[in-house]
C-alpha cells in the first residue's frame, strides 16, 4: 500500500494525470464515535460553520484557530454559551495541530491558507474540512488530492450542494434523461458589493497578528482596505468571485454534465463598476469546452444584483428535450421545450423546520458538515471528496488563468495540465513566503 500511494503521489505532482478516486485507500472509519473538530479560520464563515459543528450529535468543536484575537476570543465565547463548554483557542494552526485529540480540522480561513492548512492537518493525521475553493491555484489542489491518498486520510470540499436531497434527486433525474441529452449549461452569481476604495498603509491593529494571517503568501503591506473580508479580490490572497462564489454553481454544472477536464477555456471581464484597489474582475464570462461535445458557462456580476429566472444565482441545463432550472437552493423545475413548466420540486427541509431558528440554509449545510462526520466515522462516504473538489475548483482557476493572461486556454483532458503555454502555465502555481512551501 505505501509504494501504490508513492506512485500516486509522484503521478500527481508530475503532472502525468490524476487518477485517483475516493476508495484509492482503505479508510475504515474511527472507532471512537465522538468526533473532536479544530476549526480554522473564525471571523464569518468559519464562525458560522463552528457553530453548525457545535450542534451535530457527538461532535465537539474542542479548538477554535484564528490569528485575530478579537475573534478567537469572540468565537470561544459564542460556543461556550452554546454548549456549556469551552474549546481552546489557538492562533497558530501549527501549535493546534500538535493536539493529540483532534480527529478532524475544519479550514475556512481566507483562500492562500486552504490548502496549506489542509496539508498540514493531513501530515498530523487529522481529516480534513475545507470550504471551496480548496486551492488557491491548480499545483496546491493536486497535491491534496495526492496528500490525502497519502496518508489515508479523508478531504472534504465545502460543495454543499452535493449534499442537498433536492439537488442530488435533480442531477439524478438529469442523468436519467428527463431532458434528453444534456448538451449546455449556464451558471450565474449576481452580487451588489460595493467598491473598496484606495487602501492606506496603516499599523496593524493590535490585536491580528497579520504575519501569522499571511502565512505562506509572499508579504505585503497591511492596509485599511485589507481585513477581514476585502482579500478576496487581491491575486496575493484571494481568487476573486469565480472561485469565491463561482465554484459552487461550476460544481453543479460539471456534476450535472457528467464531465471533469475542458478542452478549452475562455475569460472576458475586468473591473468595471468602480475604480479602486480590487485586482479581480467584478464582472467576468467564463466559457469551457468539454470532449464530450457538451460546453457550459458562468457569469459573475458582484457588483449588479439583477436576477436571472427570479434568483441571484444559480444554474440551468438545457438538453435534447427541455430545461432543468436549479435556482441555487435545495429545489428544481424541468421545462419542456416551449418553456412548458412540467415538474416542480421544492425543498420540505424548511417547512419540517419552520420554527427552528437555524432556518432553512443551516439545515442544508449541516447535512454536507454530517456527512463529513460520518464518513470519519465510516457510516458513509463524502459527497465532496477531493478529488472532486480539485476538478470543480481547477475550471475557475483555469477561467482566471485565462482572463490574466487574455488567452484561450488549451487543456489535456487526463488531468486538465495548460497545454503549450508558457505564460499560463506560470500561473499554474505560485511563490511562497520563504519557509512556507507546501511539500509533501
Not at 38 to 65: H, W
Not at 114 to 121: G, I, K, R
Not at 320 to 332: H, I, N, S, T, V
Not at 372 to 391: C, M, Q, T, W, Y
Request: hydrophobic share 35%.
Amino acid at each position: 500500500m505505501n509504494s501504490r500511494r508513492k506512485f500516486i503521489t509522484q503521478s500527481a505532482l508530475a503532472g502525468v494525470g490524476i487518477i485517483l478516486a475516493p476508495e484509492v485507500f482503505s479508510f475504515k472509519g474511527s472507532p471512537a464515535e465522538k468526533v473532536i473538530l479544530g476549526v480554522v479560520g473564525t471571523n464569518s464563515r468559519g464562525f458560522y460553520l463552528a457553530k453548525m459543528l457545535a450542534q451535530l450529535p457527538d461532535v465537539e468543536v474542542g479548538y477554535i484557530c484564528d490569528p485575530d484575537e478579537n475573534v478567537l476570543s469572540k468565537t470561544i465565547a459564542e460556543l461556550e454559551k452554546q454548549t456549556g463548554k469551552k474549546p481552546k483557542g489557538i492562533k497558530d494552526i501549527r501549535k493546534m495541530l500538535e493536539s493529540n485529540d483532534i480527529d478532524a480540522v475544519t479550514i475556512a480561513a481566507p483562500d492562500h491558507w486552504h490548502a496549506p492548512a489542509a496539508l498540514m492537518a493531513l501530515k498530523s493525521g487529522k481529516h480534513v474540512y475545507v470550504e471551496k475553493p480548496c486551492s488557491h491555484n491548480p499545483a496546491e489542489g493536486e497535491m491534496l488530492v495526492a496528500a490525502s491518498a497519502q496518508y489515508n486520510k479523508l478531504v472534504q470540499m465545502g460543495s454543499q450542494r452535493r449534499s442537498f436531497p433536492k439537488v442530488i434527486e435533480g442531477i439524478q433525474a438529469l442523468h436519467e434523461g428527463v431532458i434528453g441529452r444534456v448538451y449546455f449549461a449556464k451558471g450565474w452569481y449576481a452580487n451588489a458589493r460595493k467598491g473598496i476604495g484606495i487602501g492606506k498603509i496603516v499599523p496593524v491593529p493590535v490585536t491580528l497578528d497579520f504575519d501569522l494571517w499571511q502565512g505562506p503568501a509572499p508579504r505585503r503591506s497591511y492596509k485599511d482596505n485589507l481585513v477581514h473580508y476585502n482579500w478576496h479580490w487581491f491575486w496575493n490572497w484571494g481568487t476573486g468571485e469565480a472561485l469565491n462564489n463561482g465554484t459552487h454553481e461550476i460544481d453543479v454544472m460539471r456534476w450535472g454534465l457528467g464531465v471533469e477536464y475542458p478542452t478549452k477555456v475562455v475569460s472576458a471581464g475586468g473591473r468595471f463598476a468602480f475604480k479602486d484597489d480590487w485586482e479581480t474582475p467584478d464582472t467576468q464570462t467564463i466559457t469551457f469546452e468539454f470532449p464530450n461535445n457538451t460546453a457550459m458557462t458562468w457569469e459573475g456580476r458582484s457588483c449588479n444584483d439583477f436576477d436571472e429566472h427570479g434568483s441571484g444565482r444559480g444554474v440551468i441545463f438545457y438538453g435534447e428535450k427541455g430545461a432543468m432550472l436549479l435556482p441555487g437552493g435545495d429545489d428544481y423545475k424541468v421545462y419542456e421545450l416551449g418553456n412548458k413548466l412540467i415538474k416542480e420540486v421544492k425543498t420540505d427541509i424548511q417547512q419540517a423546520d419552520a420554527i427552528n431558528t437555524m432556518g432553512m440554509g443551516d439545515k442544508l449545510d449541516s447535512l454536507h458538515l454530517l456527512n463529513f462526520v460520518d464518513s470519519i466515522r465510516g457510516k458513509s462516504k463524502l459527497n465532496a471528496p477531493i478529488l472532486e473538489g480539485h476538478k470543480s475548483t481547477l475550471l475557475p482557476q483555469l477561467g482566471n488563468i485565462a482572463y490574466r493572461t487574455g488567452h484561450t486556454i488549451y487543456c489535456d483532458i487526463s488531468n486538465g495540465h495548460i497545454k503549450n503555454d508558457d505564460e499560463a502555465t506560470k500561473l499554474w502555481s505560485r511563490e511562497y513566503e520563504k519557509g512556507w512551501e507546501m511539500k509533501l
